[in-house]
Structure formats: C-alpha cells, structure tokens
C-alpha cells in the first residue's frame, strides 16, 4: 500500500540577514509562503532492507534520505520504506523544493509510526533554514537560522509568477557572497525589522512595501548576472513587488488584489516564451489542502 502526499515550494517575501552565529549558520528573519507549486512523494512500505529514496534526475545526496536516517538514530522503527519523488520544483533555485520534500517525507514517514513534536523540530531544525517552516506549509515567520517558526495568519488576496532560470545557485555559495559582500546586518538592526515584521503580521494586513526585501538579492546577482534582466521583466508586468526567492536565482513577482490571480496569469503567459517554465501560482495559507 502506498501513500502520496504533496511537497510545495516557497516563496520567501522577504529575507533579512544577520551575522555568522557560532554554528556557522546566520541568523535570519523570513517570511515563508508556501505555493501552489508542488513536488509529489509517494511512500511505499517494503519487505526489509534500507530505507530507498528514488528522485529521478537529481543527482547527489538527497535531504529526504537525511531525514529518514534521522528519525531511524532517534529510534523510528517502522519497516523500511521506499520514497519515490516526483520533482516539479526547479533544483537550486532558491523554493526550498529539497527541502519541502524533506519536510513532506517526515510527514508521511510519522503517519506510519509517530514521534514526538519534540524529535520532529529537532530533526527539522538540523537540516537548513527552510525545513521547520515547510512541515506544516503556509505562512510562516522564521527567525533563529530558520529554525525558530511562529505561524502568521492568511495574508490579504495575492497571487505570485514564478520565474525559474537555467542555472542553479548553491546556497552555501549565496551566503558566503553575501559575507563577503558585507550584506549581514547588526543584531538591533535585526530585531528592529523582526519587530517591524511581526506588527504588520499581526494587525492581519500585509507588511509594507520597505518590509518586503531580500538581503542575499545583491549575492545572487553577483553569482548570476542574468537575475537583473528577469527581475527587471517582473516588473514590467505591473507586479507589485519583485523579489529574489531566498538564496536564487528564481524570481517571484507579487500581486495584491481582487484581481491578483488575473494579472498573475496574464503576466506567466506574457514572458512564457522568454523565460521557460514561467508560472502563476497561488498561495497556501493553510495545510492540509496539499495532502491527497
């Protein structure tokens, strides 16, 4: 018997950067969104053996394998699994698609035998910035490396357009630009956009226009030229706003609106031909709408 359950990417609407912390990770405030655009995991329980993670096409360690080998160390002992994933989500661009996957493998992997909310974020929390938000996927403010997640109400009407580029961005390489750049910002600084932040969310309306940036856009742009001319033709689209998605090189454009999902379309039609694989998605802002 199987079970499927879907992995959506993010979008992070904006992304202040703060200093080196002593584990070598940087201290963050993010705000996630997940979309509707989506990888597929489908779980099937085998006879024995290890645990297998079938993603055709990408190549190297996966962070669903990690996951697995991580909750077998804390003492999951359900019978080995297969995991095979159905990729949509561009690889190294910047949607957190390793990592939704990883947060959706540990999703079907604890309906099979639970663990602790505890073990999950410890697990979550041990695999990069973007996993703790993506286990349970909507809105999310992550603060810490990422790790620390408070859930955020839905946001007014948006749509986004997604544009994905040829190339990948190694996010290690993003931030170490961004270091050598000098892009991180003081700890007050950091606490002062967090607090900014944290009002606008909580007043239920969306954060201001100067809320909504990217810190590592200036690193991506250096490792990836080609992210000028796309940013510069999201916005030519009439998008309200245009970000750089966390560490790049996929551009998201913002629209608000009673109209959003309209413009959203027309815009992904629009640059189609210029910029392969352009898409409208929509938000997430509850779970679980994405399990099937």
Known sequence: MSQLELAPAKVNLCLFLGGTRDDGRHELVTLFESISLFDQLELTELPDGPDEVVCPG????????AALAELRSRGWSAPAVRIQIGKRIPV????????????????????????????LADI???????????????????????????????????????IPLPVRLSTPDVYREADRLGLPRSPGELEKLRSRLDGALRDGGRPEDSLLVNDLEPAALSLCPQVAETLAAARDTGADQVVVSGSGPTVAGVYWGDDATARADRAAAELAERFSGSVAAQPISSWPCGTI
């Open 58 to 65: 990408v190549e190297g360690p996966n962070l669903v394998q």
């Open 92 to 119: 190294a661009a910047g949607l957190g698609g390793g990592s939704a996957d990883a947060a959706a493998a540990l999703r079907l992997a604890t309906e099979l035998e639970p663990v602790s909310d505890d073990v």
């Open 124 to 162: 979550a929390g041990g695999m990069g910035a973007d996993v703790p938000s993506q286990l349970r996927p909507g809105v999310a403010l992550g603060t810490g490396a990422g790790e620390v997640v408070a859930r955020c109400p839905q946001l007014p009407g948006h749509a986004f357009l997604i």
